[in-house]
């Protein structure tokens, strides 16, 4: 099991960037997999970054393709959201979240971080 707590939203000016964390308190993060999932007011919530225990291989919605760079330092127990060339669009609340075995379905997470939000605008 693990316990996650999420930093670093925050508004941000359109093509501004951003970093999110996430860190576990406990000691098994090294394997989870990680992910980041956004849900704006309204819509569903959304997959945007993945990356595996196992090799650190990465895994991105189209949105964040080329602009989000998801990574990890399992030493630290934390999983990053690098966020650069933000859009409006991109306003949402972020969580990260912890699956042995899933990747894009947030139904496969079973571990969720409190949430935090990021907000583009000017």
């Known amino acids: 099991q693990v316990s996650l707590v999420g930093s670093g939203g925050g508004v941000v000016q359109p093509g501004g960037s951003l970093r999110l964390s996430c860190t576990d308190s406990?000691?098994?993060?090294?394997?989870?997999?990680m992910g980041w999932f956004r849900q704006a007011p309204g819509k569903e919530r959304e997959f945007v970054a993945a990356?595996?225990?196992?090799?650190?291989?990465?895994y991105y919605s189209d949105s964040a393709k080329g602009r989000f760079t998801i990574s990890r330092d399992d030493a630290k127990s934390t999983v990053y959201l690098q966020m650069t060339m933000l859009k409006p669009e991109d306003t949402a609340t972020y969580y990260c979240?912890?699956?042995?075995?899933?990747?894009?379905?947030?139904?496969?997470?079973?571990?969720w971080g409190q949430g935090t939000q990021v907000a583009v605008s000017s």
């Open positions: 979240a912890a699956t042995l075995s899933g990747l894009y379905d947030y139904e496969d997470y079973g571990s």
């Open positions: 990356i595996k225990w196992s090799d650190h291989s990465t």
């Open positions: 406990g000691d098994t993060f090294s394997s989870f997999t």
